[in-house]
């Protein structure tokens, strides 16, 4: 008898199966902002400008500026005078008095959960709370929370880095965090942090939003046992990244970050039986279905739909753009 070792299985339908993540895709806050860009066009029409990516999805980013949106970096970009939204990821309190000083009519669609962290830092500054933010450093979420205490804040973006901080023991210290990072990992820094410094606060509630917990509960359900987690999220988007961290630490033996289907390289389907597809909390779920567009194409059945939380949290427009729009008789 001879034994063919040169030839991967060929797999057929039959062996195959994908599992697609919900809650996945766009969360409350997401859609208020791009709404609130949307809304604004219509409204004032073009140009409207937005102060940095209005989320961080680049597909989201182009169609907004094929529409008249214009993404700039700064407000001195902005011509005085003219309308400009704020991201969903908060601005400092710095970055308002700019734009006050330029005369820029401004409409504010920060995420509701991230204003929450902004009040909880000007709080805590007030009390006389060391505020130590776990985070990434250069992110606008980060920029945008620390900038409400500035001489108070001392951010941590590792476990590792808590090994570094030094405070007398009888310093007031609590803890804030950016709302897209990893749960687990962000646990962990609090549970050094508390080791070391038993003194310290706890915010009222836990920051990580809820998405952002909700999203990484389902990878890990979708991809315990996957050969391949394919998560839809821009780079710069935190939680899409963690997406990916997440389904390899519950046990998935490969995961990837794609923009959209044209970036699947077709070798990582090689020998794979279960495929799951999850996306980021800024990511459109148009996209989400052409990468199942592009599974199917290769042989892959249709997904099946995994639930671990239902969402049905929506917000308000932003007061600013209520008002307008209330003023032109739309609803």
């Excluded at 937005?50 to 700064?74: C, D, M, P, T, Y």
């Excluded at 008095?97 to 009519?105: F, G, N, S, W």
């Excluded at 900038?147 to 009888?170: I, K, N, R, S, Y």
Aim: aromatic fraction near 4%; include cysteine; glycine fraction near 6%.
């Amino acid at each position: 008898m001879t034994i063919d070792l040169g030839h991967p299985r060929v797999l057929s339908p039959d062996d195959r199966q994908v599992l697609l993540a919900d809650p996945r895709g766009y969360c409350a806050g997401v859609d208020r902002a791009v709404v609130t860009v949307e809304e604004a066009l219509d409204l004032y029409g073009a140009p409207v400008y937005v102060r940095k990516q209005i989320v961080h999805n680049k597909h989201v980013v182009s169609n907004l500026e094929k529409r008249g949106a214009i993404f700039v970096e700064e407000l001195d970009e902005v011509p005085v005078g003219a309308t400009v939204v704020f991201s969903a990821h908060g601005v400092s309190p710095a970055v308002h008095a700019q734009a006050a000083d330029r005369e820029l009519k401004t409409i504010d669609a920060t995420c509701p959960l991230v204003t929450k962290v902004h009040h909880e830092a000007k709080r805590f500054a007030r009390e006389g709370y060391t505020i130590l933010l776990i985070g990434h450093a250069g992110h606008e979420e980060v920029e945008g929370t620390a900038g409400e205490a500035p001489e108070q804040t001392v951010l941590v973006e590792h476990p590792d880095d808590v090994d570094a901080l030094e405070f007398p023991a009888d310093a007031k210290l609590a803890w804030l965090s950016q709302t897209t990072l990893s749960v687990d990992e962000t646990m962990e820094t609090v549970r050094r942090l508390r080791a070391k410094f038993p003194q310290l606060e706890d915010p009222p509630s836990d920051d990580i939003c809820y998405a952002t917990q909700n999203r990484q509960v389902a990878v890990k359900e979708i991809g315990a046992d996957a050969d391949l987690v394919i998560v839809v999220g821009s780079g710069n988007s935190s939680n899409s990244v963690r997406l990916v961290e997440v389904a390899l630490e519950a046990g998935a033996k490969a995961s990837y970050r794609v923009d959209d289907a044209s970036e699947i390289d077709e070798a990582w389907l090689d020998g794979v039986e279960k495929v799951s597809v999850t996306s980021g909390a800024s990511v459109p779920d148009d996209l989400v279905q052409g990468v199942l567009g592009f599974l199917a194409e290769r042989g892959y059945p249709d997904a099946r739909p995994v639930l671990t939380a239902e969402e049905s949290l929506t917000f308000s427009l932003p007061k600013e753009l209520r008002r307008d729009l209330k003023a032109a008789g739309r609803p």
